[in-house]
């Protein structure tokens, strides 16, 4: 399978979650939630508002706000590919997977990026 762990299936379909995408959820979480801080007091600046940054910027908050938007974007991919195989499926193609990853060598030597769906039919094209 490609380093992918099978998690689930769904509408027949088996999800696929890419070893890289794993590391990926923490990396975006760590990133998102060490950046919360400066990115009020921008907003601050530019709305001119009043914000309580205390609130958002102290103890676990920052890392847990990360986590639940780094999640939220996984949540987003995986819901963007679901329907990409749902209609493959309503078109008359056999999805076989949809997996989910950051960078994958393909055998002629391009990168696949993001999230993909692999239909026996091979490749959609329009008729």
């Known amino acids: 399978m490609d380093g992918s762990l099978r998690i689930g299936r769904l509408f027949d379909i088996p999800i696929l979650l890419h070893y890289t995408f ?7 979480a760590f990133i998102i939630g060490s950046e919360i801080g400066p990115t009020t007091d921008m907003l601050k600046e530019i709305f001119n508002v009043p914000i309580d940054t205390s609130l958002i910027t102290t103890g676990w908050m920052p890392w847990i706000l990360g986590t639940v938007v780094a999640l939220g974007l996984f ?10 195989s749902l209609v493959a499926r309503a078109k008359g193609l056999r999805c076989r997977a ?7 060598d393909r055998p002629d030597g391009g990168r696949d990026t993001g999230a993909k769906n692999r239909t026996s039919d091979g490749p959609c094209r329009p008729s």
């Open 98 to 104: 949809s997996r989910f990853n950051v960078r994958r």
């Open 22 to 28: 794993i590391l990926v959820i923490p990396l975006f």
């Open 75 to 84: 949540w987003e991919c995986f819901v963007h590919e679901l329907a990409h």
